[in-house]
């Protein structure tokens, strides 16, 4: 558990739509989502502010990890309880997760419904 | 002995510093590997387009789901970086003979289990028809 701290995992691939023509490469759930509704404008706005958020909380995640790795040697040097003190950024994990889901689901209804960006 | 106590702190920098000649180590896997009637004709790994989107202008099969991990020797490497992770991803695609790997996403460096810092990426290796 502590040497797992801030370790995140690629997310899984989505299925495998390439038999599908371009416009036709969503899930079913993307046309039930509420940005199935938005227009191409709105969509490429929510695109830029969600890239603008996971650039924010990637670079939350990188000063937990830099923290994570000086309690890391501080902890095998100097004093190993400094180790429990690591963060593991879980939530933030989650937040990064949730973006970049979103972030795809808005992609391929971008694609989908052929909007430039 | 004093001279021996001033001279272990000193050695134990060291041993790392002199191991980091191999920064970093990598470990790959395919999944959903598809056959091919006719045997892989690997591609060069410079050949090989990496991108975080899919590909609409042409026509593709899909080749397998690849997954690179990139991971540094010691704690006092730097981190592996996307960058790392991609040509890992190309190496493999390679193999395959994909002439892209679509819809590759990154992880975040973190310790694990088998590294002090480690990098997933994962990716769908894809063969242009035509």
Not at chain 2, 15 to 25: D, E, K, Q
Not at chain 2, 67 to 91: G, S, W, Y
Request: neutral net charge; contains cysteine.
């Amino acid at each position: 558990m502590l040497l797992n701290a801030c370790a995140n995992p690629a997310r899984d691939l989505p299925p495998d739509l390439s038999t599908l023509a371009p416009s036709q490469r969503l899930l079913p759930e993307d046309r039930q989502s509420a940005e199935f509704q938005l227009s191409c404008d709105t969509l490429v706005k929510e695109l830029d502010a969600i890239s603008t958020k996971t650039a924010a909380v990637q670079g939350s995640l990188q000063q937990a990890r830099n923290d994570n790795q000086s309690k890391s040697v501080a902890g095998l040097l100097i004093l190993t309880p400094i180790w429990l003190t690591m963060d593991n950024a879980e939530e933030t994990k989650k937040t990064l997760a949730e973006l970049e889901t979103r972030k795809e689901r808005i992609q391929r209804i971008v694609q989908a419904k052929g909007c430039e960006r | 002995m004093i001279k021996t106590k001033n001279l272990l702190f000193p050695v134990l920098i060291m041993i790392p510093i002199l191991f980091s000649g191999c920064a970093t180590w990598s470990s790959s896997q395919v999944d959903n590997a598809q056959p091919t009637p006719t045997g892989v004709t690997p591609t060069h790994t410079s050949d090989i387009i990496v991108s975080e989107n899919d590909i609409t202008d042409r026509k593709y099969k899909s080749l397998g789901d690849i997954t690179a991990t990139v991971n540094k020797t010691t704690i006092f490497n730097a981190d592996p970086t996307r960058d790392m992770v991609a040509d890992k991803l190309r190496e493999e695609a390679a193999k395959l003979g994909a002439d892209a790997v679509i819809l590759v996403r990154y992880g975040n460096v973190g310790i694990s289990f088998m590294s002090w810092g480690s990098l997933e990426g994962k990716g769908r290796a894809v063969k242009f028809t035509k």
